[in-house]
């Protein structure tokens, strides 16, 4: 890998008559993100240009997003897209249900600081305005990155937190929603696989049938989130690119942050997962979704 090479090569598909989108997307997706962050500092001094500058001045439509996507530092297109998701036209709920119930306590501390830098405000007080009600809570619960990432699972405890949710939902008149809040937000992963097993037993349904039946609109779909990311996440954005194809229309936002943000982290298990669930390929769902450089660049992120 050379930086210089590929600075020269970017900059050469976009000088003079017209753009060489091939060698664009030829260039970047073969680099990892840090790759691509050493090509940017690159063109700056070997060229005294802008790359991102450059690319969005060649660019347009979905196939720019997905460029300054990649682009983009992990944790900064993640600051970039709860900002959209808050800030935009409308709120973006699946956006910040799909960011904050996925990443890591780590990758959540870093979205943070970063946030707070670029922005001036914290995630949570921007959180707190734009939403209401026990929805707020729980992403606000998600935004602390607080949650136990060890593997030590309590069986007493365990027992204790299913007879819990089964209480304060299937067993009572409404639902306790803070209860679940508390132990689905918190609690190891390992530890609440557990519960969920235990649930089924005490509750005789899946704890996600509990959630569905119980619960309703953005709150229902944070809790389904979360439960559906700590079973499995790459089936979790599995289903999330297969809901954003298909039908009329593409939710585009959400297939380009789900390929640019999992490209390089899980997206082979990602298309094992989508695969095993819907029985076509992600790679033939793109095609037929899609088209021209946009598709293109979406097929070599998939890979396959």
């Known amino acids: 890998f050379s930086a210089e090479q590929e600075a020269q090569a970017l900059r050469k598909a976009m000088k003079g008559l017209g753009t060489d989108e091939d060698a664009i997307i030829e260039s970047l997706t073969k680099l990892n993100v840090s790759q691509r962050q050493q090509v940017l500092i690159t063109y700056k001094s070997t060229i005294g240009r802008d790359l991102i500058e450059d690319l969005k001045s060649e660019l347009s439509g979905n196939f720019e997003r997905v460029i300054i996507g990649l682009m983009t530092p992990t944790t900064m297109y993640d600051v970039h897209e709860l900002r959209r998701a808050l800030k935009g036209a409308g709120t973006d709920e699946g956006c910040l249900i799909e960011i904050l119930a996925s990443r890591t306590n780590a990758e959540i501390r870093h979205i943070n600081e970063n946030y707070k830098l670029q922005y001036g405000s914290s995630l949570e007080d921007d959180i707190v305005s734009d939403t209401s009600s026990m929805f707020r809570r729980v992403l606000v619960s998600l935004a602390t990155g607080n949650r136990d990432e060890g593997t030590f699972v309590d069986e007493a405890l ?61 709150l229902e779909d944070a809790l389904l989130a979360v439960v559906k990311c700590l079973r499995n996440k790459p089936a979790y954005f599995a289903e999330r690119l297969y809901k954003s194809m298909k039908g009329l229309g593409t939710d585009d936002s959400t297939l380009i942050r789900v390929m640019v943000s999992r490209s390089e982290i899980d997206m082979l298990y990602i298309r094992r997962e989508f695969l095993a669930m819907y029985g076509k390929s992600l790679h033939s769902f793109i095609k037929g979704d899609c088209s021209g450089d946009y598709r293109k660049v979406l097929l070599r992120l998939c890979g396959g």
């Open 158 to 218: 365990a027992q204790q937190d299913a007879q819990c949710l089964y209480e304060a939902g299937e067993k009572k008149w409404g639902t306790d929603e803070v209860q679940f809040m508390s132990i689905l937000c918190t609690r190891n992963r390992c530890h609440l696989l557990r519960v969920f097993d235990v649930y089924r037993v005490i509750a005789n349904k899946d704890i996600t049938e509990s959630i569905k039946s119980e619960m309703s609109g953005d």
